[in-house]
Structure formats: structure tokens, C-alpha cells
């Protein structure tokens, strides 16, 4: 009985600790001082030539807002720069991505495979910024290849990382260990994680942990 009750115990633990997004070991992170935020998100609307009329109805990473194309990790970082008074950036590929979302993720897949390094167009200015926020999908439980590039081509040492994912039930996965040990000189902590198709209704939520991060 006791044996029971102690694997009970333990179980129900491990499901609370997995509940809880956007905590963790992030909380022992010794950030410095917001004081100039950058918000950089990558997303399939900008690294995708999708039609006019397509379907964001059934279509979970896909909304329309004030009639234009909107990304779920796009929504967040406009979320996120409305509190930080500051622009959302976007990394974007070389190489666009197809339309088909069953196409884009077998090229996810075959990318991380390849361990591809895609080409990105355009540069963007984090000199003077002492926080990054940064979002983007979880992919086969990972960065999209795109977001290794960003980390290739800009040093974030001593900068705060702040993460947020946009995911389908996978949370943050393993991208948080993976991006502290592309930036081990830099203050990687956990944002907030969001299911894709919910991601409107999580406005309010990802405005409040913005808050809390600042």
C-alpha cells in the first residue's frame, strides 16, 4: 500500500512539474535589467508565398488579422512588442517554405536531418539591446533550422533570451537546453509556451509573463 501510494505521489508530482510552462529551472536565471528590448520572431507567413485566398479556418497556424496574414508566433511577437514598446523583427529564410503545411513539415524534418544552415535575407540591429525576445514554432521538438542561422549570425552573449514557442503539444521540448548551449555567454530563460490553435485566446496571458519578465 505505502509502495502505491509513494509511486502515486511521484507520478502526480511529475504531472504537476510538466503543467507548469514558463517555470522551471528559468526561475534561478540571474538576468540583468530590461532596459532595450529586441523582439525577433520567425514564422511560415513571411517565409512562406501562401495565396490570396488561403484558408485560415482550418488551417491552425494560419489567422487573419485587420485582413492580413498572420502566423501564430507572428501574433505572439506582436503581443510582445506592444508591451515592450519596441518593433517585431522577423528572421526570414532565403528559401521560401512550401504552402502545403504537410510539405513544410517533411522539409522541416529533412533540414534537421541535413543539419542545414538556410540562407537569410536582410540583417537585424541587436548592438544596443540588452534583451531578446525571441519566438518561433516548435518543430520535430526543436528549432527550425532558420532560428540556428539567427544564432550563427548574431553574437547574443550577455544579452537576456527570453523564449517563447508556439507548439502543438510538445511545450518548449528540448529548445531551451539547446539554445543555452548555443549561447552559453547569454541568460536563456523560459517565456511562455502556447498551443498554436489558442493562441488569441492566450493574449492576455503572454501580455501578463511579458510583464513579469520586465
Known amino acids: 500500500m505505502k509502495k502505491r501510494a509513494f509511486t502515486a505521489f511521484i507520478t502526480a508530482a511529475a504531472v504537476c512539474a510538466a503543467m507548469l510552462t514558463g517555470c522551471g529551472d528559468s526561475e534561478s536565471v540571474e538576468t540583468k535589467p530590461v532596459e532595450k528590448s529586441a523582439v525577433v520572431y520567425f514564422s511560415r507567413v513571411g517565409n512562406t508565398q501562401f495565396p490570396d485566398d488561403v484558408d485560415v479556418v482550418t488551417r491552425a497556424s494560419l489567422n487573419r488579422e485587420n485582413g492580413a496574414l498572420a502566423g501564430n508566433a507572428q501574433l505572439i511577437a506582436q503581443y510582445i512588442a506592444e508591451e515592450t514598446k519596441c518593433e517585431a523583427v522577423e528572421i526570414v529564410s532565403k528559401d521560401s517554405y512550401p ?16 543539419k542545414k544552415r538556410p540562407e537569410l535575407t536582410g540583417d537585424i540591429d541587436l548592438k544596443d539591446a540588452d534583451t531578446v525576445w525571441l519566438v518561433f514554432p516548435n518543430w520535430w521538438t526543436d528549432l527550425p533550422m532558420p532560428v540556428y542561422s ?4 548574431y553574437d547574443l552573449s550577455g544579452k537576456n533570451i527570453f523564449v517563447f514557442v508556439t507548439h502543438e503539444g510538445s511545450g518548449f521540448s ?21 498551443r498554436g490553435g ?6 492576455k496571458n503572454i501580455k501578463d509573463r511579458v510583464k513579469e519578465l520586465m
Do not use: H
Request: no cysteine; charged share 45%; hydrophobic share 30%.
Open 174 to 194: 528540448k529548445t531551451i537546453d539547446t539554445i543555452r548551449e548555443l549561447e552559453p555567454d547569454a541568460q536563456v530563460v523560459e517565456g511562455l509556451s502556447v
Open 150 to 153: 539567427f544564432f550563427d549570425k
Open 198 to 203: 489558442k493562441v488569441k485566446s492566450e493574449e
Open 99 to 114: 504552402a502545403d503545411y504537410d510539405q513544410t513539415v517533411d522539409l522541416a524534418k529533412k533540414e534537421q536531418g541535413d
